[in-house]
């Protein structure tokens, strides 16, 4: 789950999101934001500063919106603090 790289359709973002949703049904004990009202604010959080997030990594920052990219946004809104 934390490596989001085949995610690249609508069809696989699908599948993503239905993991990620086993995940949380399962409990998810290591995730930072394990309710809806902390995982929505570490999403928004997320989104803001993903600037910093790809120039820290040395990345650039994605000009277009992927399925990927969505992925990510939501992998790492679990654990974004």
Do not use: H, K
């Not at 995982?39 to 994605?62: C, H, K, Q, T």
């Not at 992925?71 to 809104?77: E, N, P, V």
């Amino acid at each position: 789950m934390d490596d989001t790289r085949w995610v690249r359709s609508r069809a696989d973002l699908v599948t993503f999101v239905e993991r990620l949703s086993q995940e949380a049904a399962a409990g998810p004990a290591d995730w930072e934001n394990p309710t809806v009202d902390r995982y929505l604010e570490a999403l928004s959080a997320w989104i803001d500063g993903m600037d910093d997030y790809f120039r820290n990594r040395g990345e650039p920052v994605p000009e277009q919106m992927t399925w990927g990219l969505i992925a990510d946004m939501l992998r790492a809104a679990c654990f974004y603090e």
